[in-house]
Every structure is written in C-alpha cells, then in structure tokens.
C-alpha cells in the first residue's frame, strides 16, 4: 500500500515548456487535489477533483490545468511554465468508498511532492 | 488575506504540553477547523479536526473556543519526533484554506 506517490521528484523547466506533473493513490478514495506550496508560505489549492469525472477550480488555478484520468490518477499540466510557478506541488487524496457508500471522512493523505524550478 | 493567524515560531521542553494557539476571526458557521503538520522534505499529515467541540485523539487535543475564533491545538507531551511546522486550517466543503504555520522546536 504506496499511499499516494507523485512523479517526478524534482524537475527543472525553461519559461515557456510545458509538462505533466502525476499523481496516483491506492486507497480506494473518491477526491484528489493539487497545492502548490511557495517558501515560508501554507499550501494552496490549485484545482480538486471530488470525485471521477469532475474536477473544480480551488484557490489558485490559472496557468494550470487538470485531468481525472481515472478514480486513481489525477495529474496536473502546466502548458506554458513561467518562473512565478516555481514552487513544491504537492498531491492529496481523501474520502474512502465503502460498499458503495462515500464515507465522510475528512482526512487528507498527501504525496510526497515535487520540486519545480522554472528558468 | 489569510483565513488563520498563527505565531511564526514556538519552542518547548521535551517532555512538557505544547499549547500551539491559531486565530480564525472571520470563520463561518460550516468551516472546520483542522490542524496539520509538516516535517521537513514531506507533505503535510493529519492531526486532529473539530466543528464546536473540543476533541482528542491519540496524537493531540484540539480545544475550540465558544466563539469559534479561535482554537489551540495541545501536544500533551512533546517529543523531538513533534518538532514540525504546526498547520491550522479552516475547511469549507472541498475547499482547505491553509495558514503560515507555526514552526515547532523541541529542545531536548
């Protein structure tokens, strides 16, 4: 049982590339969620996705774009990075399905992030 | 503006209750009150949460104030493996609105 797992680790980008970042969970829960965590500062919420098949703007979405590409994957896109989006990204899931029956718990389960520089 | 106020930093003996303080003035009747930690080069992990009434769990207390503007998370005996920044955040459906942090040195 991985937990939540997030590649790469590190990555470095020049202004203007773009990449994936991935995320995948194996405890069975319904949301997921990406933060982006800047130094000295809290996380914030870029995009969720509360369950397969929706996915919903959080704090701080623009330049970023997702997909849910399934109940375990949840993987976040910058199309064109630029230096204000070096940061630590940081993915997390929640909400254990039980016999078909969401349970309400309220525990996030975060990855252990990664690292993005953009030159 | 941030949702939740906390020191920047807070020490303790080993050994000795952790009283970690957070302010939340402008919290609304449906946000959660919830607490983090986060130790160095990993992603933050769960301690305790609340509505109105205080709770325990076997890693903490969370006392909430009448008024729900404040709240104090408790380690009732720190240990070096508590030593993390602290995470008090306020919680609205979906949406987690995390604070600065207080970062937690323990002395030994």
């Known amino acids: 049982n991985a937990g939540v797992t997030q590649t790469p680790k590190f990555q470095v980008l020049k202004t203007g590339q773009s990449m994936t970042l991935q995320c995948a969970q194996d405890?069975?829960?319904?949301?997921m969620y990406w933060y982006r965590q800047d130094p000295g500062m809290g996380l914030r919420l870029i995009y969720y996705?509360?369950?397969?098949?929706?996915?919903d703007k959080g704090e701080v979405p623009n330049g970023y774009n997702v997909s849910r590409l399934n109940k375990r994957e949840f993987s976040l896109r910058l199309e064109s990075a630029a230096p204000s989006q070096t940061s630590v990204y940081f993915c997390?899931?929640?909400?254990?399905?039980?016999?078909?029956?969401?349970?309400?718990?309220?525990?996030?389960?975060f990855g252990p992030g990664t690292r993005l520089t953009v030159l | 503006d941030a949702k939740t106020t906390q020191p920047n930093s807070m020490e303790s003996n080993e050994e000795e209750p952790v009283h970690l303080p957070c302010n939340h003035s402008?919290?609304?009747?449906?946000?959660?009150i919830h607490w983090y930690r986060q130790l160095p080069s990993q992603g933050p992990e769960y301690v305790i949460h609340g509505l109105t009434s205080n709770v325990n769990n076997r890693m903490a207390s969370l006392a909430i104030a009448e008024d729900r503007k404040s709240s104090t998370l408790i380690l009732h005996r720190a240990t070096l493996r508590d030593a993390a920044v602290y995470y008090c955040?306020?919680?609205?459906?979906?949406?987690?609105?995390f604070g600065t942090g207080t970062s937690l040195t323990v002395i030994p």
């Open positions: 402008t919290i609304s009747g449906t946000d959660y």
């Open positions: 997390a899931s929640s909400g254990l399905i039980l016999a078909g029956v969401t349970s309400r718990t309220d525990t996030q389960y």
């Open positions: 996705s509360a369950s397969e098949g929706t996915t």
């Open positions: 405890m069975n829960h319904n949301s």
């Open positions: 955040i306020l919680r609205n459906g979906n949406q987690f609105y």
